[in-house]
């Protein structure tokens, strides 16, 4: 943990100042082992492998720690060679690197930290948080990157001040929470009054929960983590040529995408034949593994953001459900 993260960690029970006591730092003085302790209710939390930890290590969302261990570089731009994570960063939140100069920006849901790895090019101080042990991941794959920081935390539960934020991305994450609206309305919380927030969530309609993987997800979910990595990889020689074929069928392609459940993203250039291939086998299991993946509508996104203080809400035109806001002013009074 880098000490500047202190300006804008706080208990996640009581708002208060941590403080820190460290047991080992790095030569940077990166704190690696040691702890917080807030100066309010005295609660103390440990920070292990340079990460503060404000949950415990096995939760709801273990099988992401699992996925995102095991393929920590698929999704890198600078480790894969395409620049999908940028595009889609800056689609989906309407920023440009112009814009993120000076400012703290959290990176709510980080993963293995493709998009933290995106931001961290620009001249940002940006916190990715997530709640599984993929946060190791992510710092194992953008150590010695100084304005990135990384927490593990619960969305509910944000280890910050308020207003500490002057921009929020929570891309892909929302459906997989317990509560998805509750989860939208801990974020702003943390947004500076006039600050910028960006989600992105798979979408409700009435046709939704008729897509194959939701046919199967009862059994896929409970299944043990290498069990079903294990199904899904000596499935993949088989199913891979068949949906290279299906899913290019013009006029039917898109409905063999909704029969077939698994991820080949046979429209995407920018992928080798391998690259898909891989990829192809990290989102099948992400679209069956998770534990929650509640998709939303509109409405019921739209109604969670603007009662917790979001104005100037519009949807994008991407994929999924795809909402920026702004939050409400600060008023005199307040």
Known sequence: MQMKLLEVLACPKCFGELACAAKESGEDGEVLEGSLECAGCHEVYPIELGIPRFVPKENYASSFGYQWNLFKSEQIDSINGTSLSAERLYSETGWTKESLKGK???DAGCGAGRFLDVISKTDCEAVGVDISSAIEAARKTLTGRKNVHFVQASIYELPFRPGAFDGIYCIGVLQHTPD????????????????????????????????SKYLIRPLTKRLNDRLLLGL???????????????????????????AIPVANYVDEPSLTWRQRYHWAILDTFDMLAPQYDQPQTLQEAEHALSVSGIKELRRLGNPGLNLVGRKAAQTKSE
């Open 180 to 211: 998805p609206q509750k989860a939208m309305q801990a974020l702003p919380r943390v947004l500076k009054p006039e600050g910028e927030i960006a989600v992105t969530i798979y979408e409700r309609r009435r046709w939704t929960l008729l897509y």
């Open 104 to 106: 703290w920006i959290l």
């Open 232 to 258: 899904i990889k000596a499935m993949m020689p088989v199913v891979f040529p068949i949906t290279e074929v299906t899913f290019r069928i013009p006029g039917l392609g898109k409905f063999f995408k909704f």
